[in-house]
């Protein structure tokens, strides 16, 4: 069976989502067993001229939303950026995971060529084709946040492991 | 134009090779600027217990690398983990860079439902169908390293911007 666009997209976007959900679940229980607040955690910054964790949520969310939303067509939700708690970041994701599971895959099928336009930074702008659009953006922005979201609840302490981000609730650690 | 395993894989893996090496150049010229030595930065960590810098980059290199020798079936050549220096760690990047470009691509094409067991953790292996593999695994393992690399770079004072990890030497900054 041949790769789509969708089957290039929706089921990674989806894992990761899930996986990070994860690593916020085990974090919210790691600053329960360490007492202290995990609610302390949505300020931390790996420089101080780099976003914040609550920052880097919120673009893993919308990497994953707006990417399906550009290459599909479908108008995505527009989120406010106001989570302060751990609680409302983790109904981020699940809102873009309810969102994603709206889309159907033959909306993004087939649309390889067409040429998207998205900002760079705050007044630039960027034309690829579906297809690089997704391998050379949207998948590399995802991980990106995901990643660093990760490193900032290690480099908290958080008792997490590399399966946590591949595996998720399967990593059974 | 479908989309192919080759396709979704080896310019993925050589863009973010390239990015990868752009952001070690810029820290070298950063180090320079800053007047200390580069390679004080190979041993860095977010966190006690993970992996240093040059480990980041070696897992980055051969999770580009071994995803291709196992999607294709064509054995990879093996580097050993003992580069020090910079220098050493760009090379690893252009040794990589050089065999995936040996690569044809119709050696991972076709290959979507192959049976691919790989290593996880110490003692433990997963198998997955080829496509699985490359979408849950190859790639979301990458940019893990990539990303850890980055972040240690940044939390580190190196002044990169999120478009030197995404358009490497394009990213005129």
Known sequence: MA???????LPIFRTGLANL???????EANAAARKFDPNVLVTVRLAPDMLPFAAQIRIACD???LAVARISGIE???FEDNETTFAELRARIA???????????????????IDITFPVGRDKTRTLKGEAYLKHWALPNFFFHMTTAYALLRHNGVDLGKSDYLLGAQAGN
């Open 63 to 65: 990497a994953a939303k």
């Open 21 to 27: 959900d994860h690593c916020l679940a085990k974090a």
């Open 3 to 9: 790769i789509t666009l969708s089957s290039a997209s």
């Open 95 to 113: 809102k873009t995971q309810e969102w994603l599971a709206t889309v159907p895959a033959d909306k993004l099928d087939g649309r390889e060529e």
């Open 76 to 78: 995505a939700p527009k």
